[in-house]
C-alpha cells in the first residue's frame, strides 16, 4: 500500500466528489422544497449517467495510454497530465469565483424545467452538472495513476473512499446538516490540489524531457537520493502528493516552484463573490 498514492486519491475524490454530491443535493432540496420530489428518479438517472460516461472516458484514457508504445507513451503521458493540471486550476478558479451563486443558479435552471414542463430536462440537467466534474476527476485520476506507477491500485482505492466520503457530506447537506465550514473546506483542499496539480506539471515536464522533446534546463539541479530517494519511504510519500523528486532536473523544479508560487498567490487572495442570481419560486406543476 502507497500511503502517499492513497493520500492523493483520496483528496481528488474527496474535493471533486463533495463539489459533485452538493450540486445533487442542492437539486434535490429544492425539488422536495417545491413539492416537486417525485421527480427525483430523473435526477438519479441523469446523475448516474453522467458517473458511468465518466468512468469509461477514465477506463478508455488508462487503456489507451497502456496500449503504447515509446516514446508515444511518455509523450501521451505527458500530454494527459498537463491537460490534467491545467483543467483541475480552471475548476479551481472557476469554483472560486461562482461558489456564492452556484446554489442559486442551479435552483433558477431547476425553476426554468420546471415552468417550461420538459420535466425529463431534469435528467439533464443533473448529466450535465455532474459530468464536469466527473470528466475532470477521471482525468485528474488517470495522470496520477500513471506517474504512481506500482501505487496506482493505492491512487483508486483513496479515490473511492474520498468519493464516498463525498457522498456523506452530500447527504448531510441535503439533510439539513451545517456544521461543515463549505468555504473553509473548499479553500483547504483546493490549496492541497495545487500541490498535486504542481507535481503532475513538473511530472509531465520530466517525461517530455525523457523522450527528448524538450533539451533546455535538463541537467540535474541537485541529487539527494541518498538522504531522501523518491522511490521509497517519505520520499515515495511527498512524490506522490507534491510531485518531490530527490533528482530533479532545473526545468522541473523551476516549473515546480513557479506554479505553486503563483498559482497559490492567485487563489489564496481575497475575491469578491458572484451576486446570486435573482429569481421567483417555481410553481408546482399539474401531475
Same mark, same amino acid.
Given at each position: ?13 474527496? =474535493? ?21 420530489? =417525485? *421527480? #427525483?428518479?430523473?435526477?438519479? +438517472? ?29 509523450? #501521451? ?5 498537463? +491537460? ?8 479551481? #478558479? ?27 430536462? +431534469? ?10 466534474? /466527473? ?13 504512481? !506507477? ?12 474520498? +468519493? ?5 457530506? /452530500?447527504?448531510? #447537506?441535503?439533510? /439539513? ?5 463549505? /468555504? ?18 513538473? *511530472? ?5 524531457? !525523457? ?18 530517494? *523518491? ?57
Amino acid at each position: 500500500m502507497d500511503l502517499g498514492a492513497l493520500t492523493a486519491g483520496l483528496l481528488t475524490g474527496l =474535493r471533486e466528489g463533495v463539489e459533485a454530491a452538493l450540486i445533487v443535493s442542492i437539486i434535490l432540496a429544492y425539488l422536495a422544497k417545491t413539492g416537486n420530489g =417525485r *421527480h #427525483f428518479p430523473k435526477i438519479w +438517472l441523469g446523475s448516474g449517467a453522467a458517473i458511468v460516461l465518466s468512468v469509461v472516458v477514465g477506463v478508455v484514457l488508462f487503456l489507451t495510454i497502456g496500449g503504447l508504445e515509446s516514446p508515444y507513451e511518455e509523450a #501521451f503521458e505527458g500530454t494527459a497530465m498537463l +491537460l490534467a493540471a491545467g483543467v483541475v486550476t480552471w475548476m479551481l #478558479f472557476w469554483m472560486r469565483r461562482q461558489a456564492a451563486g452556484v446554489k442559486s443558479e442551479l435552483q433558477g435552471a431547476v425553476d426554468r424545467v420546471l415552468t417550461e414542463g420538459s420535466l425529463w430536462g +431534469l435528467a439533464i440537467l443533473a448529466f450535465v452538472a455532474i459530468i464536469r466534474e /466527473g470528466i475532470e476527476t477521471s482525468l485528474f485520476l488517470v495522470a496520477q495513476v500513471n506517474r504512481a !506507477e506500482a501505487g496506482g491500485a493505492s491512487v483508486i482505492l483513496g479515490a473511492v473512499v474520498g +468519493l464516498l466520503l463525498a457522498v456523506a457530506i /452530500g447527504y448531510a #447537506f441535503y439533510r /439539513g446538516s451545517r456544521r461543515l465550514n463549505l /468555504g473553509t473546506f473548499f479553500r483547504w483542499t483546493g490549496v492541497a490540489l495545487i500541490f498535486i496539480a504542481a507535481g503532475l506539471l513538473s *511530472h509531465a515536464i520530466h517525461e517530455f524531457i !525523457e523522450i527528448g522533446v524538450i533539451t533546455v534546463g535538463t541537467q540535474t539541479a541537485f541529487d539527494i537520493s541518498a538522504v531522501l530517494p *523518491h522511490e521509497e519511504g517519505i520520499g515515495q510519500f511527498l512524490r506522490a502528493i507534491f510531485g518531490y523528486s530527490s533528482r530533479p532536473e532545473i526545468l522541473t523544479l523551476a516549473v515546480w516552484l513557479a506554479y505553486v508560487v503563483v498559482v497559490l498567490a492567485l487563489y489564496l487572495r481575497p475575491v469578491r463573490p458572484a451576486a446570486p442570481v435573482r429569481r421567483e419560486a417555481a410553481p408546482v406543476p399539474e401531475a
